[in-house]
């Protein structure tokens, strides 16, 4: 056979050898059970296990996708260390203990806010509560999608205004920790999926957070997008990583033109920043 005729068969053989040797010895072994053995406050976590596996972390069961994987989160004052337990479909069972690194939480001052806002009368009080039922109730959805699975981008950029798990006062008096991550925009910039999803909540005008509306990707994972000035999608929809959903506002309690997003994995509160970073 000629030289150059040979070349490209050549060529793909070297190519596949490569691949193959680059792929790690551990990631082939079927019987692993995966977890990182540390993570911080906050964090999302994504382990592997065996295809077939029962999978518990307290008193949860967690869902196991076809290729093993599996997904929790820890919340923003867990203490740790937490432990995963894993049967495997033959019997034999494995734990996995996950160390938490704590986080230092300052306190973020929010002054100017609509004094009805922070001190609500009882009528508002009730539709608040009515309303975060709604969206409490939206988070519940656990399917087998692994969007989340797939990455994370941000859905704007812009300057980081308020950061996840930091202990707010508003006009001094003091309120939950934050549950989100705050991008600071114009208002009308648009607002991109930061990972696939369905649609599970599509508000307009929430009392605190203004134009809402809740991703889910999978496995219990969730993002929250508030104060929003338009919502460009609606329940059920599928969105594809990318997909503009809406735009950033300044609806509800806020003093100025930032888009909030938040993450839940079910009812337990994670950090965006923390999931961008993941490698």
Known sequence: MPLLRRLPLVCCCLILALFVSAVPLAAQDAGDVRFPAQVQQGSLVIGKVPAGSQVHY?????????YGTVVLGVGRDEAGPVQVEVTRADGSRQSASIAITPRDWPVERVNGVPPATVN?????AERIRREQAQVTEARVRDDDRVDFGNGFIRPVEGRISGRFGRARSYNGQPGAPHSGMDIAAPTGTPVKAPAAGIVTFAGPDL???GGTLLLDHGHGVSSNFLHLSRIDAKVGDRVEQGQIIGAVGATGRATGPHLHWGMNWLDVRVDPQLVLERP
Request: a positive charge; aromatic letters at 6%; hydrophobic letters at 40%.
């Open 207 to 209: 009392y605190l957070t």
């Open 58 to 66: 307290r008193d949860r069961a967690l869902r196991v996708s076809g």
């Open 120 to 124: 609500p009368p009882a009528a508002i």
